[in-house]
């Protein structure tokens, strides 16, 4: 994404990063840039309000930040060498002396299965010195992997703060529960919010990866819940692996049995560290995962589709029987899984097709970024993402878009729609098919692409107290 040679984390670093699902770090971005990008935004938000999702041509500047190596590399490292920046970001400002609500971002407008696999990542950068006092964001370290707010109140033990010098930023996992703290200065303080996502499936390390095996950091930040083996797949998976716990641990009497019932009744976190327990140990722990897959409770349902998912080629049949069930929910976590094991779930291509004629759009916005993960046979993928292309529902056709991006040059039978999602009322939409056609690359996507973006040109000088001139 950048010319600057990125520089890597390390794999203390990545350890830190998948423990705790964030890290703090810092450019050398001087003072005087820092000054300048300060001034800048107080004006833009004093004089034009705040410039939404339009931040970066505003301030084109920021730009410097991007191609810094430090935030380049922490992105490399965690994304892959082609991450994308998302259409979506925002500049935060914040004066209140109260702090700001836990809350985990959405993915514009639905209630996406979130990825405890880093697809997505954020950057929140603070261009100026911001101690505690000026309220950084706040995070709670481990909660990446809990769907529910886990820790009891809202001044809880343990919050990590993005304190520091200006040109600090956090990295952070997208589905790590986080706030604004209290400003008690009463002082200016921005924090500039940006999204990125892996445009490819990992194959091999990004990071500066010396150690193969995983192990725990050296030390946490803070006591967070122990989740050993979700952490080493992680690990596996960021490494380019797949399925890395198939059969990794026999299923000795009565252990999958008592897993089983560790997974039906305890809470999201023990629960969850039991469905990847049941993904080491094969078929008998398959089986498990796949009766909790289909029971009457949804989280326990929901936490089985994430086992499954680590638990490899074996898992593939059962996952594609359950896309046959009648409960939404349930397909939804299947076709969820099966994205998840990427090329491995080829045989479901056609399943998963076939429901896209749903009338459940819940449905519909599951399978067809699932389609994109496995992205083979190619054939029938593209196809299957041009329909979502035109779907009624919008959610679907900014997440074709994305799932095309993921494609590549093998999408270019995608760029006639793509042209046409160019024009959508939806700004989402509008921003994946600017995605999928740089991503795609061929000469028909670009033919479409550059003309499209001639007309868009954005010109950061041109305000409504500077129309044409000077």
């Known amino acids: 994404m950048s010319t600057s040679a990125p520089l890597l984390l390390t794999d203390e ?134 769907e529910t707010k886990t820790f009891g109140t809202d001044e809880p033990e343990g919050e990590a703060v993005a304190a520091g010098k200006a040109g600090t930023f956090a990295l952070i996992h997208y589905d790590i529960w986080h706030r604004s703290t209290p400003n008690l200065l009463g002082k200016e303080r921005y924090m500039l919010k940006f999204e990125f996502m892996r445009t490819e499936a990992p194959t091999a390390p990004s990071w500066n990866r010396v150690e193969k095996e995983w192990r725990k950091p050296a030390a946490f930040s803070t006591p967070i819940v122990q989740r050993d083996t979700l952490w080493e797949e992680t690990w596996n998976w960021l490494s ?33 560290n039991a469905a990847y327990e049941l993904a080491r140990r094969g078929e008998a722990g398959i089986a498990a995962l796949l009766e909790v897959l289909h029971g009457d409770d949804l989280k326990k349902s929901r936490s089985a589709a994430y086992g499954l998912s680590a638990a490899g080629a074996g898992a593939v049949s ?23 094991l990427r090329e491995l779930a080829a045989e ?38 041009i329909r979502c292309l035109q779907d009624e529902d919008v959610q679907v056709r900014f997440t074709a878009g994305l799932s095309l991006a993921r494609l590549g040059a093998s999408a270019d039978a995608a760029v006639p729609e793509l042209a046409v999602a160019l024009n959508d009322e939806n700004r989402y939409v509008r921003g994946h098919a600017v995605d999928a056609l740089k991503c795609i690359g061929t000469p028909a996507a670009k033919d479409v692409l550059l003309p499209f973006l001639l007309r868009s040109r954005w010109c ?11």
């Open 318 to 340: 059962g996952l594609t029987a359950a896309l046959a069930s009648e409960r939404p929910e349930t397909v939804m976590h299947a076709a969820f899984a099966l994205g998840e």
């Open 13 to 146: 670093q990545m350890r830190t990063f998948i423990t705790e699902g964030f890290l703090i770090l810092q450019t050398d971005l001087s003072e005087e840039y820092h000054q300048r990008l300060v001034e800048q935004l107080s004006y833009v938000y004093e004089q034009e309000g705040n410039p939404g999702n339009n931040l970066l041509p505003r301030i084109p500047e920021l730009q410097e930040v991007f191609d810094h190596p430090v935030v380049n590399g922490a992105l490399t490292s965690v994304l892959g060498p082609n991450y994308m920046m998302h259409c979506h970001r925002h500049g935060h400002y914040n004066a209140s002396p109260k702090a700001g609500g836990w809350h985990k971002d959405s993915y514009w407008g639905y209630s996406k299965i979130r990825n405890l696999h880093p697809w997505w990542a954020m950057v929140m950068y603070f261009p100026q010195d911001t101690p505690i006092e000026l309220g950084p964001t706040g995070v709670m370290p481990g909660t990446q992997y809990d």
């Open 240 to 272: 380019g692996q797949v399925g890395s716990l198939a059969n990794t641990c026999a299923a000795e009497e009565g252990q999958v049995e008592a897993l089983a019932a560790q997974l039906r009744t305890a809470d999201e976190p023990e629960a969850l």
């Open 460 to 470: 950061p000088i041109t305000t409504p107290k500077s129309t044409f001139y000077p």
């Open 348 to 385: 479901a291509v056609p399943s998963l097709n076939g429901l896209l004629s749903s009338g459940d759009a819940p449905v519909r916005r599951i399978v067809v970024e699932a389609l994109g993960l496995i992205g083979t046979p190619v054939d029938s993928v593209v196809g299957g993402l």
